[in-house]
């Protein structure tokens, strides 16, 4: 029986379980004679023709790499160094521009930049294609290798050569050490608060759960927006804790595969619910992926709240990461997962249940005006109810259209559910 460490990932580079699992005992396998002399002539062809000399080590490196990568686009053999830089990852703490990519129809493809990043700031965005990095075209790099290229040493620089809708941008970067909260809210008036989760890190639930406590304490949450938008996914516990803290009830999410090791279902308790009851949209659009796509297809199933944007990315598939005696790991596609309602969403995403489209509102400027309590003479309400002038008048929420109008409509939805629910 060979015990091997189970990491289960949704995204690129961010480990999700720490469940122990044994590989199933089955009789040794033949050694595949034929096919191993074949690796072997070709190992040794290069090594001995190919222009460049390269070592053995380099040559076997390549050789897995070009292995595992073949099966998917999210399978990938990992040096021990790259081993070390994915656990680095994992920790939400790097020095690097803060994106998070994939490979698209084999073009390496930006998923979404952390908030706040430097990616973030120079104005990379989600959908773009990164062709070259510094002097190095990325055309047949893994994931790992983009990964390591993009770091680097606080303060230093890297260019990107971008295609953006066939147009060829260049970007110069400067890193940062990303140390993501991936948690931050806020109020948008009537009783109405806004969570933002930027990326699942291991510590992203306790975050959510600190910050609904925190507010609960100033008021009464009355509705709450969650934006998914732009996050590429990541620890897979901490997006079934959170949605454990909405859905009192009933499976979360369930992974299938081939072995039993990769069979696992995750269900809500309603000792850890927080807000079981209060009214909830859920924002996502074409950059939300993975562990977001979770999430959301559980609000979805359970009926628990609304969700709004755009159809999400569409990353279903549950990759493990097998650690390898010599140091090095294998990366490997071992499941799909579905929602409670047994949909998969790999290739698919999440189709919103209101669709919106980001969009720039044009919000006229509101000219001089007066309303009827400024007028000399007027007459009361009959009620006692207080008056309001112009100036009682909020534009604040003119300015949120303009500025983003899917928060914008989120925020109508909530405040009309609010109306409905008081009769």
């Given amino acids: 029986m060979l015990g091997l460490k189970r990491y289960m990932v949704l995204g690129l580079g961010v480990a999700l379980s720490h469940t122990v699992w044994a590989a199933p005992e089955r009789e040794p396998a033949t050694v595949p004679l034929n096919e191993i002399q074949t690796f072997v002539e070709t190992f040794e062809t290069i090594s001995a023709g190919y222009v460049k000399e390269l070592d053995d080590q380099a040559i076997l490196n390549k050789a897995l790499k070009g292995m595992v990568s073949a099966l998917d686009p999210h399978s990938e053999y990992l040096t021990e160094q790259e081993v070390q830089d994915f656990d680095e990852h994992t920790s939400g703490q790097y020095a690097g521009i803060g994106v998070e990519v994939e490979m698209v129809d084999n073009k390496l493809t930006v998923v979404s930049p952390v908030d706040d990043s430097p990616a973030a700031k120079a104005g990379i965005k989600a959908g773009d294609v990164i062709i070259r990095i510094d002097d190095k075209v990325v055309s047949g790099m893994s994931l790992q290798e983009v ?31 990303i140390e993501d909260n991936s948690v931050r809210s806020k109020w948008l008036g009537n009783g109405i608060a806004y969570v933002r989760i930027s990326q699942f890190l291991s510590n992203s639930d306790e975050q959510f759960q600190e910050q609904i406590d925190q507010l609960k304490q100033e008021a009464v949450v009355n509705g709450l927006i969650l934006d ?16 454990d803290t909405l ?30 009851d209060v009214p909830l949209v859920v924002l996502v659009n074409e950059g939300s992926a993975s562990a977001s796509e ?101 534009n604040t929420l003119n300015e949120l259209a303009g500025s983003d109008f899917q928060l914008f409509q989120a925020l109508s939805v909530l405040q009309s559910m609010q109306q409905f629910l008081v009769r």
Wanted: proline fraction near 3%; charged fraction near 20%; aromatic fraction near 6%.
């Fill in 147 to 177: 990964v390591t290229l993009m770091r680097g040493k606080d303060g230093s620089s890297v260019n990107l050569d971008i295609d953006r809708d066939g147009e060829i941008k260049t970007f110069a970067v400067k890193r940062a050490q």
């Fill in 228 to 243: 998914l938008r732009n996050n590429p996914g990541g620890v897979l516990q901490s997006a079934v804790a959170i949605v």
């Fill in 247 to 276: 859905v009192s009830d009933g499976l979360i999410v369930y992974t299938d595969g081939r072995h039993e090791y990769s069979k696992s279902e995750f269900r809500a308790s309603s000792e850890t619910t927080l807000l079981p």
């Fill in 294 to 394: 979770v999430l959301a297809g559980a609000i979805q199933d359970h009926q628990r709240g609304m969700i709004l944007g755009t159809e999400t990315f569409g990353k279903g598939s549950v990759q493990t990461v097998v650690p390898l005696t010599t140091g090095a790991a294998v990366k490997l596609t071992t499941a799909l997962y579905y929602t409670p309602n047994g949909r998969s969403i790999q290739a698919q995403g999440i189709m919103p249940d209101m669709v919106i489209p980001q969009a720039k509102v044009e919000v006229e400027k509101g000219g001089f005006f007066i309303k009827e309590a400024e007028l000399k003479g007027h007459l009361g309400n009959g009620t006692g109810g207080k008056e309001r002038t112009s100036s009682d008048v909020n």
